[in-house]
């Protein structure tokens, strides 16, 4: 093995873990902590999942260097931190803290930060972070229930989040090449910087930064920012072939689900899109849950009790004001936590009712469906929107899930996702 990559929530770690495969390092994802068993004779890199992101800063640091120790344990020669692209967090962490932890294990003095992806309409100008062609304070991001964005300076915002500088790599450097960007490094570095935010607009940006990386012990960023790295690390000879992956993915038989559990403006309109196309839906409403109106049991039988061959949907992806609410009455972690815990349920009594695949949006939805269903890693299958893959859970149930973040995907998605299972 020679990358171990550290990712602060499963959807996330699912867009790193594609984004690599796509590239041709032969990769495997694992829910939590690798298996002291996981076969890794015929694996480039292994991708852990954690759930770190709106965590306590001390206890993301305390989890992120467990997972640095069992990868470099396994033999990884390189780190990687994956976080969003839009860089969510907030000024107590969780970016910075656990950034500086890595650096320290491995002993390290400079690493980058780039969570550009211009696939996903995510750009970095200036240092500044755009989000499909709107500054991140000035987008969605800035109503974001857990991790509000009002800033969308990384410089500014990562440097609130260390005691180490932050500087700048911008696109004048980044527009020369990989030479240029890693002579930029060794400025920043020489400057007495600790982390530079790295400029990216456009896919050969993030080729070139990559290339200019392989040799860093420690990467932090967005799954963009990997996408240079096996090709340079080919031409290294530290991976011996690159692979190609799968146009398909050979799914286990069974019924289909959509478990929507995000809040995001892209997947309130990818909702919106399958009600309009007929899909039967149910909503899910934290208040009646917490009430007891409402129970898995109560659902998963609506799901099914739909046409066997059809599909259904089950969501609770409210707008701003209706998390405000049920945020105010109900505490602001629990309202998502219920509603989370709760589809992790549904889908238990789902999979043992003959569903065996599933579409779910959100990071922290998605980790409860996957911790509820007791799947311990995943095969990285064919893309179907930029940063969402199919899996195939190893470990566990057999089943397929495309795990998608709420902020991913077309308003098409859950329509059109089914399209590349054999």
């Avoid at 991001?141 to 800033?151: A, E, G, I, Q, S």
């Avoid at 990467?219 to 146009?247: D, H, N």
């Avoid at 009790?305 to 599909?311: N, P, R, T, V």
């Avoid at 109900?330 to 349920?345: F, K, N, S, Y």
């Amino acid at each position: 093995m020679l990358l171990g990559c550290i990712a602060d929530d499963l959807t996330g770690a699912t867009d790193l873990a594609l984004m690599l495969a796509r590239e041709g390092l032969r990769t495997v994802q694992t829910t939590g902590l690798p298996a002291d068993d996981l076969a890794l004779d015929e694996v480039d890199c292994v991708v852990v999942a954690l759930k770190s992101r709106t965590i306590p800063a001390a206890e993301a640091v305390e989890l992120s260097l467990a997972a640095a120790d069992r990868l470099l344990a396994l033999g990884a020669k390189r780190l990687f931190f994956k976080y969003c692209s839009t860089f969510d967090s907030t000024d107590a962490g969780n970016i910075g803290p656990v950034a500086d932890a890595l650096l320290d294990k491995l002993g390290a003095s400079f690493t980058i930060a780039c969570p550009a992806f211009p696939a996903n309409g995510r750009t970095i100008e200036h240092g500044l972070l755009y989000v499909n062609g709107a500054p991140l304070a000035e987008s969605s991001m800035k109503d974001h229930p857990l991790t509000p964005m009002r800033d969308s300076d990384l410089v500014a915002v990562l440097g609130r989040q260390t005691e180490r500088k932050v500087g700048l790599v911008d696109a004048t450097d980044v527009a020369k090449g990989a030479d240029a960007i890693r002579a930029a490094y060794a400025r920043e570095e020489a400057a007495g910087k600790s982390y530079a935010i790295v400029d990216a607009v456009k896919d050969e940006d993030l080729r070139a930064i990559g290339a200019a990386s392989a040799d860093l012990p420690l990467i932090t960023g967005g799954s963009g920012v990997a996408m240079g790295l096996p090709a340079a690390w080919a031409k290294a000879g530290l991976v011996a072939e690159l692979s190609t992956p799968a146009a398909k993915l050979d799914a286990p038989e069974g019924r289909r689900v959509i478990l929507a559990g995000s809040c995001s403006t892209a997947t309130r309109g990818q909702v919106a899109a399958a009600r309009e196309a007929g899909v039967p839906d149910f909503k899910v409403d934290p208040l009646a849950i917490a009430s007891g109106a409402i129970a898995a049991e109560d659902v998963a039988k609506w799901v099914i009790s739909q046409k066997a061959d059809g599909l259904a949907m089950v969501w609770s992806s409210a707008d701003p004001e209706e998390v405000k609410a049920a945020q105010a009455e109900l505490g602001r972690d629990a309202a998502g936590a219920l509603v989370e815990h709760l589809l992790g349920d549904v889908a238990v009594i789902l999979a043992d009712s003959g569903f065996t695949r599933f579409v779910v949006a959100g990071g922290e939805t998605s980790g409860a469906v996957v911790q509820a269903l007791k799947v311990s890693a995943l095969a990285i299958g064919p893309e179907i929107d930029p940063g969402v893959p199919w899996t195939l859970g190893l470990g566990g149930r057999s089943v397929a899930l495309a795990l998608k973040s709420g902020n991913f995907g077309a308003p098409d998605f859950f329509l059109k996702a089914w399209e590349t299972l054999a």
